[in-house]
C-alpha cells in the first residue's frame, strides 16, 4: 500500500467511513460493487483505483 494512488484510495476511504483504521478494514474486505474483489486488490491501475473511488462515492451518498 505504498503508491500514493493507493493511499489516496485509503485516503478518502477514511473520510467516507469516518476513520482510517475501517479504511484499511474495508481495503481487504470483498466487495459485492466490487464483483466481490477486495479494493487493495485492484490498486494496481488506475482505472481500477477509479472503480473504487465510484464506490465509496457511492457509499458516500448512499447509493449502495
Known amino acids: 500500500m505504498a503508491d500514493s494512488k ?3 484510495v485509503i485516503a478518502r476511504a477514511a473520510e467516507v467511513l469516518g476513520n482510517y483504521k475501517l479504511a484499511q478494514r474495508w ?3 470483498p466487495v459485492r460493487a466490487l464483483n466481490h474483489a ?3 486488490s485492484l490498486a494496481g491501475s ?3 483505483q477509479r ?3 465510484d464506490v465509496l462515492t457511492r457509499l ?3 447509493v449502495l
Open 51 to 53: 472503480l473504487v473511488l
Open 27 to 29: 481495503m481487504i474486505t
Open 60 to 62: 458516500e451518498h448512499g
Open 6 to 8: 493507493t493511499a489516496e
Open 38 to 40: 477486495t479494493p487493495i
Open 46 to 48: 488506475e482505472e481500477s
